[in-house]
């Protein structure tokens, strides 16, 4: 038998619906229902209930709950770290500071 690893990349609807779920957690945790988050967060109650079941909300609301949730340093490091495949990419890149993006990419 081949020793095979399979490496299996969630999808971003995968990724929404598990932030969805660690809300949902968070939001028990707290003792809270829905509708006591929702009005914490300042967001509608159906698109809360949808956000829960669906994983669909806009940043804004995804950071008004967070806020509600006392979570918002979990935003802080979104986007903030390059990732390097190898250690030959990081050397390669490592005193490059590009400025703008190509218009293509």
Known sequence: M???LLI?????REIAIGVASRVKSRR?????????LALKAG?????YRRFERTGKISF???LQIGF???CLDDFDSLFS??????MDELLAN??????RGHKHE
């Open 28 to 36: 028990l945790e707290l003792d809270l229902t829905q509708e006591g």
């Open 68 to 70: 509600a949730l006392n």
């Open 60 to 62: 804004r609301g995804l």
């Open 2 to 4: 081949d020793n095979i």
């Open 8 to 12: 299996t990349i969630p999808t971003p």
């Open 43 to 47: 967001i509608a109650l159906p698109t």
């Open 81 to 86: 770290q390059r990732q390097y495949r190898t």
């Open 94 to 99: 490592k005193d490059i500071k590009r400025k």
